[in-house]
């Protein structure tokens, strides 16, 4: 009698725990995992990049358009991209300014660079940062 009982319990058990990895499904663990969320992490960066892009594009086109400066909706759209990227986000976009600084001190003292080549004669805010910012 005990025995049919035990033998019963194993089977409950062993059906139970298919149906619960079935359900949870499986999680891979090891060296494959961390490549996968590497990659993912890689795709990650390419679309805060391209948001960070977006917004300075939209910062651009607020101060052409004489909208006001600090404004709630362009401070909530930072905030997301901070809160998404982290710090690196704000040294990624003081690394912006820096070289947006630098390419018009030498467009100012006519020193050539290589984004004069990409942009061309008519350089506009918009074309340097699309020059500037991969993504």
Known sequence: MFELLFVAALVYLYLERRAR???EGRKVRGLDAELKAI?????????????IKQYLLSVIGDDKNDVEKFSDSRIEQAERILNRAGPSA???MTDIAAQLAFLA??????IATN???KVGE???P???VNAVVKG
């Open 21 to 23: 990895k079935k359900r």
């Open 126 to 128: 918009e074309a340097i």
């Open 115 to 117: 984004i004069d080549a």
């Open 105 to 110: 001190a030498a467009q100012i003292n006519g």
């Open 39 to 51: 990659i993912e992490d890689d795709g990650d960066k390419t679309g805060i990049a391209f948001e």
């Open 122 to 124: 008519s350089a506009t």
């Open 90 to 92: 704000m040294y990624w």
